[in-house]
């Protein structure tokens, strides 16, 4: 058990429609990540924050946002969905971006399965 | 543009043996490089990693190797066992300007473990 929640584990739903992914990090991680595992494919990397601010953005589409609350916990919000948006979800925290080894890496929750149909 | 790539999707040792997963890089600008382990239905969990000031890192059974001239790196499992089969995924960071962190994942390498 990394520490690390996600809710929920799965997700069915239709296309056009919106979802919310929530993420609760480790206790005392102020960073969070979101990544998206499609079939076949490694994790893409999507959003950072820290300590509530974004932080990096790697693919992410218009359609996806996500924020940080005050007390950490994250939330992943997929509008507009499409079929191909069907993959597993991962939130990942590390306690801070940077700042020596250790303070890095990231550690993973157990994942959302999003099927849209 | 694949910056890490793992080339071998899949990987099959004798229990007892040696299990080499090996993980290639483009972007000499990665710093840190981690291993994780990932089992069906579940989140990659951390397994090691190594700073790319050094050239080797070792904790148990595990131990990566960094070859910053080649821009390779392995992980070495030894003696493997059989709750060691799963997909295994290198990864390296980059983009760490004003405190950011991404994380570039290979494509994962499946390894079996055959009693």
């Known amino acids: 058990d990394s520490g690390v929640t996600q809710t929920p584990k799965h997700l069915i739903t239709a296309t056009g429609q919106r979802v919310t992914l929530r993420c609760s990090p480790r206790?005392?991680?102020?960073?969070v990540y979101w990544y998206q595992q499609s079939l076949d494919q490694g994790l893409q990397f999507l959003i950072q924050?820290?300590?509530?601010?974004?932080?990096a953005k790697g693919n992410i589409l218009e359609r996806f946002s996500a924020q940080q609350f005050p007390d950490l916990h994250s939330e992943l919000n997929l509008s507009s969905l499409e079929l191909g948006d069907s993959a597993l979800y991962f939130c990942?925290?590390?306690?801070?971006?940077?700042?020596?080894?250790?303070?890095?890496?990231?550690?993973f929750g157990p994942g959302t399965r999003l099927l849209v149909l | 543009d694949q910056q890490v790539k793992q080339n071998s999707p899949s990987l099959s040792v004798q229990e007892g043996r040696i299990s080499i997963l090996n993980c290639d890089y483009t972007?000499?600008?990665?710093?840190?490089f981690l291993w994780y382990k990932k089992y069906p239905a579940e989140g990659p969990t951390f397994l090691i990693s190594?700073?790319?000031?050094?050239d080797k890192n070792e904790d148990g059974r595990f131990t990566v190797f960094l070859n910053k001239s080649a821009k390779h790196l392995s992980l070495h499992i030894v003696p493997s066992q059989p709750g060691d089969s799963a997909v295994y995924f290198c990864a390296a960071r980059g983009d760490i300007i004003q405190g950011a962190q991404k994380l570039v994942f290979g494509q994962g390498t499946r390894l079996t473990i055959n009693p």
């Open positions: 990942a925290s590390s306690v801070a971006p940077s700042g020596g080894l250790g303070r890095e890496t990231q550690y």
């Open positions: 190594i700073s790319s000031i050094k």
């Open positions: 206790s005392g991680d102020l960073s």
């Open positions: 924050y820290y300590n509530g601010e974004e932080r």
């Open positions: 972007n000499s600008m990665f710093d840190y």
